[in-house]
């Protein structure tokens, strides 16, 4: 375990060591997760999920789509699904 500290403008230090071992180089990016209850955890790269949602979010607001609106289609889209795959006929 190692301990950083929270400098001005809120620059982090990792120390020496763990950016040996990881190959860590300045300008690598990283997703700050937020676990709750204080837990943080830092994960190298960006996101994949949040960049799914950042784009759809974009979607919808260019196609004017409310988050009720996308919520029940995706509900209408998933029971449609399962009627397709586990319902015998």
Do not use: W
Not at 20 to 31: P, R, V
Not at 40 to 51: F, N, P
């Amino acid at each position: 375990m190692a301990t950083i500290q929270i400098r001005g403008k809120g620059n982090l230090t990792i120390p020496a060591r763990v950016r040996k071992k990881y190959g860590l180089a300045e300008g690598d990016l990283f997703s700050l997760i937020d676990l709750g209850e204080g837990c943080l955890l830092l994960a190298r790269g960006v996101s994949q999920v949040e960049k799914f949602g950042d784009r759809v979010a974009q979607i919808m607001a260019h196609e004017n789509v409310s988050e009720a609106e996308m919520l029940k289609a995706l509900e209408e889209e998933r029971e449609r699904f399962y009627r397709e795959r586990y319902v015998k006929r």
